[in-house]
């Protein structure tokens, strides 16, 4: 009987069971740790974000994989999860965007327009007929001189972070930021943590794996794939010796 109750808590969208928790949202949490990691550093001069971009499939163009992404001259946003879903958020973050421009003849402030996105993503847990989005963002951009950068998960709920991380491996990469983000890091030390942190959780990553963009006092800077691998190989981040698990066919 216990199992049934359960299950029909499982199936509402936006019931509470009886431990105050509603299910549909931890499962879209899920979904989000999931999907390849994006990682958003604030320094002292800029955002950096980050992202894990792997092709699923040799065939598949590698540009045609976006998880960073303009929302205005002066913010961009980086996700984690499904691809749909977070494509669906981006494009309401950016009428939002657009629409505050048009109505107040002014930029959206930072944590204004996370908060757009979070009110929008709560309405989606309670609600029938809908189903929580299975997508995480990170918001980073400047507002009134300053580099800013919030996080919003499937919940609604919108925080501001120094450092953070979504999707998978995130506890692994956060364990690194808390050990090695300051407050004097500058942008170039912020592009170098996260990418460090992004090699550290996946020794098979690879320059042509990740996307890389800055939102600092002069815009939204998206880093071409030749920048990247150069900086990849600045920061020693790849190493050219063989495993010694190479010639072992045997194993997954």
């Known amino acids: 009987m216990r199992g049934n109750d359960q299950q029909a808590y499982d199936r509402g969208t936006s019931l509470f069971s009886p431990d105050g928790r509603i299910y549909q949202v931890e499962y879209a949490r899920e979904a989000v740790s999931r999907g390849a990691p994006s990682v958003g550093v604030r320094t002292t001069d800029g955002v950096v974000l980050a992202a894990q971009a792997q092709a699923s499939s040799s065939l598949m163009e590698s540009e045609s994989i976006e998880k960073l992404h303009k929302l205005d001259d002066h913010v961009g946003t980086a996700s984690a999860g499904h691809v749909a879903d977070a494509r669906q958020l981006i494009d309401y973050a950016r009428r ?151 010639d072992d066919t045997d194993e997954e």
Do not use: C
């Open 96 to 246: 939002m965007a657009q629409g505050n421009r048009l109505r107040y003849r002014e930029p959206v402030g930072v944590e204004t327009l996370t908060k757009y996105i979070t009110d929008h993503i709560q309405e989606n847990t309670q609600r029938g007929g809908t189903r929580p989005y299975g997508a995480a963002l990170l918001i980073g951009g400047f507002e009134n001189g300053q580099p800013r950068l919030f996080g919003a998960d499937p919940s609604g709920t919108p925080h501001e972070w120094k450092a953070t991380a979504i999707g998978g491996s995130r506890q692994q990469i956060q364990e690194l930021l808390e050990d090695e983000w300051s407050e004097e890091l500058t942008l170039d030390d912020g592009i170098g943590l996260a990418l460090r942190a992004l090699f550290d959780a996946n020794e098979e990553l690879t320059h042509d794996d990740v996307s890389l963009a800055t939102v600092s006092e002069s815009g939204y800077t998206a880093f071409t794939a030749d920048e990247i691998a150069e900086l990849v190989e600045e920061l020693d981040l790849v190493s050219d010796e063989p495993t010694d698990d190479a």
